[in-house]
Structure formats: structure tokens, C-alpha cells
């Protein structure tokens, strides 16, 4: 059963930076491509970034330049360092999962979910 586990959110100030982790469990982690999608209240979730296995990554228009997607295999856990944040970037940012090593901007392409941590940045 794989599991996800998001934490590192919070409340900062526009132009601050958090680090979001995402500890997996229950899968071959160095086999598969992680995520990182968001959703504001009332609107859809959308990718954010995402790294494959062989540690190619894919960031979203809106958070290029800003945001930086990691992972460490050895400790099964996926990271978002986010930088220069602004207010549009407050929502529930989600970990999620999928095997190979194709990027996809789908939600409904990827197989696991993590719980969501919150990040909210207001001054």
C-alpha cells in the first residue's frame, strides 16, 4: 500500500520561502515519477512540478524561476523548495504518484495521493 506523506507548510509573507517534503512508503520509490500539484479553495488542482526516476523534472509556467523539485532516493522523500512565494500561491499543495518515467500534468494520471499540507502566504 503506498503511502505519502506531505509536511513543511505553513503561513510566510509574500516574497518568503518553504520547503515541502513528501516521505513515501509502500513502493519502489526510485522507480517512480512524484509530483506536486496544488488546489485553491474553489478552484481545480493543478500541477505544480513533477521528477522522474532518472531525476528529469517538469515545473509549471506559474512556478518556474520559483520553485526547484527535488528528490532523494535513498530517503524515499520528494521535496519543493519554494522561493519568492506570492498570495496566488496560497492552496493545499498534494504529493502524488505514478510508475514510469513519462511527466504527466494530470491529476487523473497519477495513482496516489498524499493528505495535503497547507500553504497560505499573506502578509
Known amino acids: 500500500q503506498v503511502q505519502l506523506e506531505e509536511s513543511g507548510g505553513g503561513m510566510v509573507q509574500p516574497g518568503g520561502s518553504l520547503r515541502l517534503s513528501c516521505a513515501a512508503s509502500?513502493?519502489?520509490?526510485?522507480?517512480?515519477?512524484l509530483a506536486w500539484f496544488r488546489q485553491a479553495q474553489g478552484k481545480e488542482r493543478e500541477f505544480v512540478a513533477a521528477v522522474t526516476s532518472s531525476g528529469r523534472s517538469a515545473t509549471s509556467d506559474s512556478a518556474q524561476g520559483r520553485f526547484t523539485v527535488s528528490r532523494d532516493n535513498a530517503k524515499t522523500t520528494v521535496y519543493l523548495q519554494m522561493n519568492s512565494l506570492k498570495p496566488e500561491d496560497t492552496a493545499q499543495y498534494y504529493c502524488?504518484?505514478?510508475?514510469?518515467?513519462?511527466?504527466?500534468?494530470?491529476?487523473?494520471?497519477?495513482?496516489?495521493w498524499g493528505q495535503g499540507t497547507q500553504v497560505t502566504v499573506s502578509s
Open positions: 502524488a504518484s505514478k510508475g514510469g518515467s513519462f511527466i504527466s500534468v494530470r491529476a487523473g494520471s497519477y495513482d496516489d
Open positions: 509502500g513502493l519502489t520509490f526510485s522507480s517512480y515519477t
